[in-house]
């Protein structure tokens, strides 16, 4: 009777398992094509902010574990558990920019793509995700690796402020001096975190003038002295010069060759005040010994920041079915990719790549403070199965295993907003230092004493 009570408090739509329209409801809560075959009890869909409270107290009263889903864009489904409530936020959707201060209220299933494109009227910027249609909450919850990263810090070090929906049903607000632990914890803690975020207050920067690209490919082959050469490149950069990685299959821009070479692709983003500047900042790539063996060069090519959202988009369809792995290292990028180099050419499709962002977080140190995220090594590595036929799951699933075989050994830890939670019982754990693992699990057991919330998957 509480339950049936409590319920009707709830304005936007309760879907129970068995009820008509339950399975396409669970199938739309990821942005996946590949979606795990786990199947909450109870999907609350909130109308507003006002009925998040309401439903953590429809949960406890019939006795259900919750998850949250602010966007859909777990690569492996934390949202979709087994039993328990399943709380979508899809609908707190809302933007308050405020140009005087710099700061923006935002709420956590606003997309990056939305807000940068708010933030271009007013000519301000936040390190958003590398792909546009991510909502902000999972990528703030988790640290948030973004666009500019080097020079802004992970994006949660931009957060000022927060107000939760705590397992009590609670509605709190969390800064640097209210709720501290709680703000600690939510910038890093990801999927785990036991709370519900419903709005976030942000800082805000001034928009680049200019954003500048230069990019070489070369055959996969050369992935020794092409990572050595770029990567002694790298020291020279300033931070506001993004540098990465892609081990793939060429772009059609890159080669016309069929079927399309397997590559190592060297790509540059810089962001500055004026295109001299930023073609400046490119300057150490510019000498590249390797350039009569280069497939492709691209070299100070003017861009936006919405063709880079349409370019980083594009390597994930939506249609397609995805599966990724990260992993954070002490080893250079020549050893890492040169093992992974390898497991690329033998990859089962074609659209299947490593991503390795040099530097994928600010050098400062300050930047990274008062956090659960934390960088846990010198280099970091991603793999990304993406193929289309349900027939090639396992063919793909074992070679994001393969690839991480390859390099695991050399690992010094993961980053929780895109492990392979499913893949061993220690990713979790290894997202983050013993200290601050040690930390969130006191928390934990301070702000939701009756684990009301789900834990990591694999937990």
Known sequence: MG?????????????????????????????????????????VRVASERDVPEAVALARSEGLRIAVRAGGHSWCGSPLRDGGML????????????????????????????????????????????????????????????????ALGPACASVQQMEAVTAAGEVVRCDADENSDLFWAARGA???????????????????ETIVTTTYAFALADVGPVTRWAGEAAT???????????????????????????????????????QDEAIRSLGPLRACPLDDRALFI???EPASLEALDESSGALWPASYRCAADTLWSGAD?????????????????????????VSPVSRDKALQQDMAFSVLGDSYVVPFAIWDSPAQDHANMRWLRDAMRAVEPLGTGHYIAEADLTADPSRARRSFSPSDWDRLERLKARYDPEDVFFSYLGQ
């Open 3 to 43: 339950g049936q009570t409590q319920a009707r408090r709830i304005e936007g739509d309760i879907v129970r398992r068995g009820d008509p329209g339950y399975e396409s409801v669970r199938q739309g809560i990821l942005w996946n094509g590949l979606k795990p075959h786990r199947f909450p009890e109870l999907i």
């Open 87 to 150: 709380i979508d936020l899809a609908a707190l959707n809302r933007i308050h920019i405020d140009p005087n201060s710099a700061t923006a209220t935002v709420q956590p299933a606003v997309t990056g793509g939305a807000l940068a494109s708010d933030l271009s009227r007013h000519g301000l910027a936040f390190p958003t995700g590398h792909c546009g249609s991510v909502a902000l909450g999972g990528y703030l919850l988790s640290g948030g690796l973004g666009w500019n990263s080097g």
């Open 190 to 208: 990801g999927p785990g975190f036991f709370a519900i975020v419903t709005g976030f207050r942000l800082a805000l920067y001034p928009r680049p």
């Open 236 to 274: 020279e950069l300033p931070p506001t010069v993004e540098l990465s990685f892609l081990l793939g299959t060429a772009d059609p821009a890159m080669s016309a060759a069929t079927p399309r070479p397997k590559v190592v692709v060297v790509a540059a983003t810089a962001f500055a005040d004026s």
């Open 298 to 300: 691209q070299a100070d």
């Open 333 to 357: 990028y020549e050893t890492l990719l040169s093992r992974l180099a390898a497991v690329v050419a033998a990859a089962p499709s074609e659209r299947s790549l490593v991503l390795a962002p």
